[in-house]
């Protein structure tokens, strides 16, 4: 049965329900009738009430009441009423008369009148059934409706990220093969690698950290093309690839780190990037020395924004992210639950 928001569905709380009344009836007659009898008449009156509830929610209404047809609503309900409360009546008596009573026992006038009451009494709960029953089918609607658009939502700061990269590294590779370097086919295959990627991983929900990796290492490798001088990258891995995560999630601090962490005039750039595993989480960090055009960068960039976003809709509230200066360096850091 489904499932929404770690709840029980409305079919699954009827069922509780019903449960709750058939134990509820059945340990109040039990002391009188033992158990076989109690069970039985129980089952009896469970029976009926469900008949007097969803006869009403399912029948009555839909058919007299949400018609207008107010008079025709108020003459069947009296009719079945009495239909459901005659019924229960002879049935109770004659299942009595038979498999428990030592002498035959006549129904009475009074008996059905004592049952039709209380076959009115459920009557009237069944409007609260009903509003019940409303309010968990409106309640799931504006779930699915919230999901549909986080969906959407994630969908949208996804794609903001690939074809701003895709267009720039080709570029990149524009200018390679202009100069006719040795190194063009190489580059070529790592960017055919990403575009497989955009195409066939970051559509999905979750990809394998191996998969994010090999990613990151051909971003990095296909932007060092327009850096002029080396830079020294330190790469450390010490987690679980066979692991999930969502996609494009580490993107953004590395893609900042070639945006604004690299001084294109200066020869001694250094980047550390750490992927560390531990109790459950994934914690990604970077660092880059920090220079004058970067130490106005914070966390109040568009890219960080934008994975505030993602984060929240996938994780909620159970992340961390950092993205400021630290003396001559500036740090980056992300702690997500790895699935």
Known sequence: MKIFSGQASPVQLQWLLWGFVFLINFISMLPMDGVVQAAAFTAISTAFYAIIIYGNIHFLLPVFYKKGRLMPYVLASVFFLALVGITR???SQYIYNKYF???YLPITTKSIIYVSAACVVIYVLSFVFRFALDYFKLKRQA?????????AELNLLKSQVQPHFLFNTLNNIYYEAYKEAPRTAMFIERLSEIMRYFVDESPRDVVTLGTEIQFLENYIALERIRIRHEISITFIQNCRKEASIPPMLL???VENIFKHGIDK?????AVTISLVQENGYLLFQTQN????????TGESGFGIR???KRLS????SNYELTAQPAGKYFNASLKIPLQ
């Open 306 to 308: 934008n994975l505030h």
């Open 289 to 296: 020395l920090l220079h004058d055009k970067q130490s106005m």
């Open 143 to 151: 779930e699915e409706i919230i999901a549909e658009k986080s969906l």
């Open 313 to 316: 809709l996938l994780f909620g």
């Open 251 to 253: 993107m953004t601090f």
């Open 89 to 91: 009546s002879y049935l």
């Open 101 to 103: 009573s030592k002498e």
């Open 265 to 269: 005039s200066n020869p001694e750039n």
